[in-house]
């Protein structure tokens, strides 16, 4: 099984025992960065191993590689035999791994790793992309058919991506150390196992002198707690998020926690993807059994389906797609899970003799108009795009105009109920108000689908004019339990939402 491996670095090797101890039942090895520590310190670190239970790699990163090592090679050697060093206790107070680079040639340090029972991992790191053909150079890496072979690439697309689980396929049988780094590559970190990987690496978080060793690290809690990567196994039926850049989602905490208490073998992973043609490849490699789909893909997604559920066909915009035997089938829980939730909120049965404006026309906003078309409400669509507006408000007759003076002031007819659907306001940017043109009177209900902040600005304009306001939270729990349904069969367990925390 692939193992956990905590990155430790601290600036001493007291403060690197500290943290490993506190992570002890998390992980199963740890590395020491020397690079990280202060110089000092540097000339201890033979005495690390004996100071701690866990098995040590031991690395002196440089700065070209990502690492914080900024002398020379001569004194990087130095320190390495240093660290390598026989000592008078036995073996297993050695390190238990040395990182060297690929074109670090010193058969001194190689031939003391090997006599001292030290396992050599022979290591490239790549901040520029991920080269074609990594299989290759995976198989050519190791200088001795001891060692094992590490590669750390930072892919620029989830094209790039691509290329390591199809490096992992090709070098089936090779001891390797295989991951990406950064937003692209979170997934290659929580399915290490897949890829074949000796282990993943984990941060520490939360402790500000300890700074990531590489970017895109998760920590043991994360790992082990919420992706439970030691049940990962090839049988772990994958489901997951894409989107771009998916910085805002809940997710993957609502599926993981399910499946945990459930009991489920299955995983839920988000996949950043700044192409939906690559991330549909990526789908079949791993065998990702089905996904939500979110912002800007929800259109984009319908050529990829075989089958569309009714909804889907109607709406023409679809958030869950399904692996079946003939092909991807797509669904739309948006729809079912916004109007559930606008009705609760409003205690009615239907939008009878409402008048409602629906702000923006994109993905989700084609299933809010389609429901309050189904439930009979009148409405107004403004978008910034004004083509788009018009194509979604024809053909249910609604009333459509530009995000502008003009929508604000039509909004006068249709202000029973607001329904804000447009990312503006959302994480990162808080502060962005896609209605600032319109002042509330009081009287509106308003319901943002943002729910990340909690509250936006535009509702808390809302809020202090008086408006019953709803976030987009309770929708997102509706819409992801018709989700369940979708990914595993069967009713949702209710019973487990009040245990949930998100
Ligand atoms: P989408 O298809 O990309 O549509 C984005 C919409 O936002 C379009 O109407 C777009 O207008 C508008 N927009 C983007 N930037 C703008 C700007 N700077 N000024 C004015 N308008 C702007 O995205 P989506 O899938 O519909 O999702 C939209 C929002 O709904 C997101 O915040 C998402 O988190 C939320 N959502 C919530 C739930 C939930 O369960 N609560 C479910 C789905 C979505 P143009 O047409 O002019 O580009």
Not at 4 to 31: F, P, S
Not at 53 to 67: F, Q, S
Not at 430 to 447: Q, R, S, W
Not at 453 to 480: F, K, V, W
Request: proline fraction near 4%.
């Amino acid at each position: 099984m692939a193992r956990i491996c905590l990155c430790l670095t601290g600036k001493t090797l007291a403060r690197d025992q500290e943290i490993l101890e506190k992570y002890e039942k998390q992980v199963d090895m740890a590395e020491l960065r020397v690079d990280c520590l202060d110089p000092d310190e540097r000339f201890l670190i033979r005495r690390f191993p004996e100071m701690v239970k866990a098995p040590v790699i031991l690395t002196i990163r440089r700065e070209r590689d990502g690492g914080f090592f900024v002398g020379g090679e001569g004194a990087r050697i130095i320190l390495l035999s240093k660290g390598l060093a026989f000592a008078e206790a036995d073996r297993r107070h050695n390190f238990a791994y040395v990182d060297l680079e690929e074109d670090l040639n010193v058969p001194s340090l190689e031939e003391a790793a090997r006599t001292f029972g030290t396992r050599i991992i022979r290591s490239f790191h790549d901040y520029q992309g991920v080269e074609q053909n990594l299989a290759g150079r995976l198989r050519a890496l190791r200088h001795g058919g001891d060692e094992i072979a590490k590669a750390a690439v930072m892919p620029r697309s989830m094209a790039e991506v691509i290329r390591v689980y199809e490096a992992a396929r090709e070098t089936r049988g090779l001891e390797k150390i295989l991951l990406c780094m950064g937003d692209y590559g979170g997934n290659t970190r929580i399915l290490a196992e897949l890829l074949g990987s000796h282990l993943t690496y984990a941060a520490v978080k939360g402790e500000a002198d300890m700074p990531p060793g590489a970017p895109g690290q998760l920590c043991p809690k994360e790992l082990v707690d919420f992706y439970r990567f030691r049940t990962i196994t090839p049988k772990t039926r994958i489901f997951g998020i894409v989107g771009f850049p998916l910085t805002a989602t809940s997710s993957p905490a609502f599926f993981n926690t399910i499946f945990s208490q459930q009991n489920l073998d299955a995983v839920y992973i988000p996949f950043p993807s700044d192409s939906l043609e690559a991330f549909m490849r990526l789908a079949d490699l791993i065998g990702l059994e089905g996904a939500s789909v979110t912002i800007p893909y929800k259109e984009e997604i319908l050529p990829y389906l075989k089958l569309r559920s009714e909804k889907v066909d109607f709406i023409k915009a679809c958030n869950t797609i399904l692996r079946r035997p003939g092909g991807w089938v797509g669904a739309n829980t948006d729809a079912l899970g916004f109007s559930d939730s606008l009705l609760n909120f409003i205690g009615a049965k239907n939008l009878k003799g409402k008048r409602v404006t629906i702000i923006g026309a994109g993905g989700v906003a084609r299933a809010v108009a389609a429901e309050v078309y189904r439930l009979k409400g009148k409405a107004l669509v403004l978008n910034r795009t004004l083509f788009r507006a018009r194509d979604l408000a024809a053909p249910y007759r609604f009333a459509w105009s530009g995000l502008d003076g003009r929508g604000a002031d039509l909004m006068s007819r249709y202000s029973d109920i607001i329904i804000q659907t447009t990312s503006v306001g959302m994480e990162p940017d808080v502060n962005a108000d896609p209605l600032e043109l319109y002042k509330f009177t009081g009287k509106e209900v308003v319901m943002d689908l943002i729910y990340k902040p909690e509250t936006s600005h535009l509702l808390r304009r809302a809020a202090q004019a008086g408006c019953s306001i709803r976030n987009g939270y309770d929708m997102l729990i509706r819409q992801a339990q018709y989700q369940y349904t979708q990914f595993l069969g069967g009713d949702f367990p209710a019973q487990l939402m009040s245990r949930m925390i998100i």
